[in-house]
């Protein structure tokens, strides 16, 4: 069978540059904030310099109390502490935000070139101020990145590829500009307690200071005498096992930060599952903080590590929380999101008699929770994707494994991902992105807000698609009688399924060529009516003052005018002013004389046979369809409805959803599937899936009990 495959749409440079444009102008805002908080670490900066005095007296008391360690293993840490000063020089080069960068920089080459052993204070100085120095660094990385995203035409202008900093007030303080410091960013700040080992934490990362570690005593180093060797380490051992002992007592206190939107999030939640356990243990935590309160504190299912503002940002605006640690570059995702939505209810635009009361709503969540429901299958499958530039929705394709073809799955992926928006407000503008042909007034996709059909759909073997915040599922591919299809029909015995489908398909051969037909008689061929018929069709448009193409015209027009207001009012008054207007107005216009009563009788007919359609995107394309009927009906009468009739059957034979025919099972010609088309066969006869779907499992295995 051959498919059709759409080509992928080709962005023309105007939307290159815009692209282009925008992204640059968002990475100007993030380089602007970063170098905000770079300038907050700069050394002309007088908070910094205070900052750098406090640390300096902290680093000596530091100093004092391991000034008994060795004079062979502070000679390891300097030369490790030097080796890691130049490796930071040389990213120090490429990151100079100021003039007083490079004036410290130039000072700091010539003070190691004249003092290459320097004391323990200006180790522990350096390191401080090697600290400070990776955010610039960590920006060039972010940038690179940003630059390399600059060639993805693909949702560019929102990317964020900046890592988290090591300073958690800069991440807030990023966070804050970023989403305009928004009211309802809620930042809930708290402090820990921990039990680290001081030891360890000073001599940071030292490979001589961890090596060699004995149930927490100090690390045993390798000395020169090999005679006075064992003496001497005892000598270490017991100088300082008294000051590392007192080191293990001290508390810690470790500042931190919960982060959320206020209305995406569940309150509830983070009060109970993370504030609460948080401040509960809060002096239990020993070693790692971070790995401590993701594998034993938090109460939350899903939750997972970020190294990325990126990411940050977009568990923000999704309802998520954020915990934040100062000195960690890692935070932790909390799904906590649980803002108000809509309860369960009756589906509004497909009504039913039998059948099960329940219909999506715009929650993607509930809406598969839902499907899986309905469709216990262990071989159902989601596949996520992400549409919107800016929105980041989420849509989900939904079929099942070992039954939908291959090649329609991955036709349907592959258009899912050409799809380049800012914002998808529903399920629509990705059925007119995804759909063959744009030109077509007829549904490729299937609209439905019914759990129980999109089900019944999956184990035909076609593709469901649900979009985030639409309560309407896409289903694909179909033909052209899907649409004239309900899932109520399988509820009634097949005689009187069948007859509810022949009605169909007559009310669609009335609303769509009745009007042309009345038109076509009365104007070219009255000969065809009965004598009595035309004799009181032309006694009442006897004296009438336009034409029979003219009063269908306005007519019908007047009629879609009332239809559409009644759609727009409230509920309580709509029907009634719908009723009330269409007997008003078709009154007065044949007490008027404008029109006469046959076709007041004609135009109610066509309105109420177009209701019966079951899909309403097909009953919009058949009622434009009627007015193409009804003009070429006034210029060639019955030949001109024959001519659109021809040229609208080709072009449903050429027309394609999702590579598979539009027209199947009727061209091509399956046999066995026109047992569920315009009849519904006995349930135990339907045992095959359509076969113009080619699903890989055809058989329903469905005897309906019935010995073979």
């Given at each position: 069978?051959?498919?059709?495959?759409r080509?992928?749409p080709?962005?023309n440079?105007?939307?290159?540059?815009?692209?282009?444009?925008n992204t640059?102008?968002?990475?100007?805002?993030?380089?602007?904030i970063?170098?905000?908080i770079?300038v907050?670490?700069?050394?002309?900066n007088?908070q910094?310099?205070?900052?750098q005095k406090?640390?300096?007296?902290?680093?000596?008391r530091?100093?004092?109390n391991?000034?008994?360690?060795?004079?062979?293993?502070?000679?390891?840490y300097?030369?490790?502490q030097?080796?890691?000063?130049s490796?930071?020089?040389?990213?120090?080069q490429?990151?100079?935000?100021?003039q007083?960068?490079l004036k410290?920089?130039q000072?700091?080459?010539?003070?190691?070139t004249?003092n290459?052993?320097q004391?323990?204070d200006n180790v522990?100085?350096?390191?401080?101020k090697t600290?400070q120095?990776?955010?610039?660094?960590l920006?060039?990385?972010g940038?690179?990145?940003?630059?390399a995203t600059?060639?993805?035409?693909?949702?560019v202008?929102?990317?964020?590829?900046?890592p988290?900093?090591?300073?958690?007030?800069n991440?807030?303080?990023f966070?804050?500009?970023l989403l305009?410091?928004?009211?309802d960013?809620?930042i809930?700040?708290?402090?820990?307690?921990?039990?680290?080992d001081?030891?360890?934490n000073?001599q940071?990362d030292?490979?001589?200071s961890?090596?060699g570690h004995?149930?927490g005593?100090?690390p045993i180093?390798t000395l020169?005498?090999?005679?006075?060797n064992?003496?001497?380490?005892?000598?270490?051992?017991?100088?300082d096992?008294?000051?590392l002992?007192?080191?293990?007592?001290?508390?810690q206190?470790?500042?931190?930060?919960?982060?959320?939107?206020s209305?995406l999030s569940?309150?509830?939640?983070?009060?109970d599952?993370?504030?609460?356990?948080?401040?509960r243990?809060?002096?239990?935590f020993?070693?790692d903080i971070?790995?401590?309160i993701y594998?034993?504190i938090i109460a939350v299912?899903e939750t997972k590590?970020v190294n990325?503002l990126?990411q940050?940002?977009h568990?923000?605006l999704?309802g998520?929380s954020?915990?934040?640690?100062?000195?960690k570059?890692?935070?932790?995702?909390?799904?906590?999101a649980g803002?108000e939505k809509r309860a369960?209810?009756e589906?509004?635009?497909?009504?039913?008699?039998?059948g099960?009361r329940l219909?999506?709503?715009?929650?993607?969540?509930?809406?598969?929770?839902?499907?899986?429901?309905e469709?216990?299958d262990?071989?159902?499958?989601f596949?996520?994707h992400?549409?919107?530039?800016?929105?980041?929705?989420?849509?989900a394709?939904?079929?099942?494994?070992?039954i939908v073809?291959?090649?329609?799955?991955?036709e349907?992926?592959?258009?899912l991902?050409t799809i380049?928006?800012d914002f998808?407000?529903d399920?629509?503008?990705?059925?007119q992105w995804?759909e063959?042909s744009?030109?077509?007034?007829?549904?490729?996709?299937?609209?439905?807000?019914?759990?129980d059909?999109?089900?019944?759909n999956?184990m035909q073997?076609?593709?469901a698609?649900?979009?985030d915040g639409?309560?309407?599922?896409?289903i694909a591919p179909?033909?052209f009688v899907d649409?004239?299809?309900?899932?109520?029909?399988f509820?009634?015995?097949?005689?009187i399924?069948?007859?509810?489908?022949?009605l169909?398909?007559?009310?669609?051969f009335?609303a769509?060529?009745?009007p042309?037909?009345?038109?076509?008689?009365?104007?070219?061929?009255?000969?065809?009516?009965?004598?009595?018929?035309?004799i009181?069709?032309?006694?009442?448009?006897?004296?009438g003052?336009?034409?029979a193409?003219?009063e269908?015209?306005?007519?019908a027009v007047t009629f879609e005018?009332?239809?559409?207001?009644?759609?727009r009012?409230?509920?309580?008054?709509?029907q009634?002013?719908?009723?009330?207007g269409?007997?008003v107005?078709?009154?007065?216009a044949?007490?008027?004389?404008i029109?006469?009563?046959?076709?007041?009788i004609?135009?109610?007919?066509t309105a109420?046979?177009?209701?019966t359609i079951?899909?309403y995107s097909m009953?919009?394309?058949?009622?434009?369809?009627r007015?193409?009927?009804?003009i070429?009906?006034?210029?060639?009468?019955?030949y001109g409805?024959?001519?659109?009739?021809?040229?609208?059957c080709?072009?449903?034979?050429?027309?394609k959803?999702?590579g598979?025919?539009?027209?199947?099972p009727?061209?091509p010609?399956f046999i066995?599937a026109?047992?569920?088309t315009?009849?519904r066969?006995?349930?135990?006869?339907?045992k095959?899936?359509p076969?113009?779907?080619?699903?890989?499992d055809?058989?329903k295995?469905?005897?309906?009990?019935?010995?073979?």
């Amino acid at each position: 069978m051959r498919r059709f495959y759409r080509k992928v749409p080709r962005k023309n440079s105007t939307n290159k540059h815009q692209n282009s444009i925008n992204t640059q102008h968002t990475q100007n805002d993030i380089n602007g904030i970063q170098q905000e908080i770079n300038v907050q670490q700069c050394q002309c900066n007088p908070q910094f310099q205070q900052n750098q005095k406090a640390q300096h007296i902290q680093g000596t008391r530091n100093n004092l109390n391991n000034e008994n360690v060795g004079s062979q293993h502070s000679q390891d840490y300097q030369h490790t502490q030097s080796s890691i000063q130049s490796n930071q020089n040389i990213q120090f080069q490429q990151s100079i935000q100021c003039q007083c960068h490079l004036k410290n920089h130039q000072l700091q080459n010539q003070t190691q070139t004249q003092n290459h052993n320097q004391s323990q204070d200006n180790v522990q100085s350096q390191n401080q101020k090697t600290s400070q120095n990776q955010s610039p660094s960590l920006k060039q990385n972010g940038n690179a990145n940003s630059n390399a995203t600059q060639t993805n035409n693909q949702n560019v202008s929102m990317e964020i590829h900046v890592p988290i900093y090591k300073k958690m007030n800069n991440n807030i303080e990023f966070i804050r500009r970023l989403l305009g410091n928004p009211d309802d960013l809620v930042i809930r700040e708290l402090t820990l307690e921990t039990f680290n080992d001081n030891h360890e934490n000073e001599q940071g990362d030292c490979p001589s200071s961890r090596s060699g570690h004995d149930d927490g005593n100090l690390p045993i180093q390798t000395l020169s005498d090999p005679e006075n060797n064992d003496s001497k380490i005892n000598q270490l051992n017991i100088i300082d096992e008294r000051p590392l002992e007192k080191a293990k007592q001290k508390k810690q206190k470790i500042h931190c930060s919960i982060l959320y939107l206020s209305g995406l999030s569940n309150t509830n939640i983070i009060n109970d599952n993370i504030l609460k356990t948080l401040q509960r243990k809060t002096n239990e935590f020993n070693g790692d903080i971070l790995d401590q309160i993701y594998q034993e504190i938090i109460a939350v299912t899903e939750t997972k590590r970020v190294n990325t503002l990126e990411q940050v940002v977009h568990a923000l605006l999704s309802g998520r929380s954020i915990f934040l640690i100062d000195g960690k570059m890692t935070a932790l995702d909390m799904g906590t999101a649980g803002s108000e939505k809509r309860a369960l209810d009756e589906p509004q635009s497909e009504a039913l008699i039998r059948g099960p009361r329940l219909a999506f709503i715009e929650s993607i969540e509930t809406n598969l929770t839902l499907i899986r429901r309905e469709l216990k299958d262990p071989n159902l499958r989601f596949k996520m994707h992400e549409v919107g530039r800016r929105s980041k929705q989420k849509i989900a394709v939904c079929y099942v494994e070992g039954i939908v073809n291959p090649d329609i799955l991955d036709e349907v992926n592959r258009r899912l991902k050409t799809i380049d928006i800012d914002f998808a407000p529903d399920s629509g503008v990705i059925e007119q992105w995804i759909e063959d042909s744009f030109l077509s007034p007829f549904p490729q996709l299937l609209d439905t807000e019914r759990p129980d059909r999109v089900s019944y759909n999956l184990m035909q073997g076609k593709v469901a698609i649900l979009v985030d915040g639409s309560p309407f599922a896409l289903i694909a591919p179909i033909s052209f009688v899907d649409a004239f299809l309900t899932i109520e029909d399988f509820s009634q015995r097949w005689i009187i399924a069948t007859s509810m489908r022949l009605l169909r398909y007559f009310s669609m051969f009335i609303a769509l060529f009745l009007p042309g037909l009345y038109v076509a008689l009365i104007s070219f061929h009255p000969g065809m009516l009965p004598t009595q018929l035309t004799i009181s069709i032309a006694a009442t448009r006897e004296g009438g003052p336009l034409p029979a193409i003219v009063e269908v015209l306005l007519m019908a027009v007047t009629f879609e005018i009332l239809q559409e207001a009644s759609i727009r009012l409230p509920k309580v008054i709509g029907q009634t002013v719908g009723i009330v207007g269409g007997i008003v107005i078709g009154d007065v216009a044949v007490s008027a004389g404008i029109v006469g009563p046959a076709l007041v009788i004609v135009t109610s007919l066509t309105a109420m046979s177009s209701f019966t359609i079951p899909n309403y995107s097909m009953s919009i394309g058949l009622r434009i369809l009627r007015f193409i009927f009804v003009i070429a009906a006034s210029i060639f009468g019955l030949y001109g409805i024959i001519l659109v009739l021809i040229m609208i059957c080709i072009h449903i034979v050429n027309l394609k959803s999702m590579g598979t025919p539009y027209s199947g099972p009727f061209a091509p010609y399956f046999i066995d599937a026109l047992k569920n088309t315009f009849i519904r066969a006995p349930i135990m006869t339907l045992k095959k899936r359509p076969p113009y779907l080619e699903p890989i499992d055809d058989q329903k295995v469905n005897s309906g009990g019935q010995r073979q």
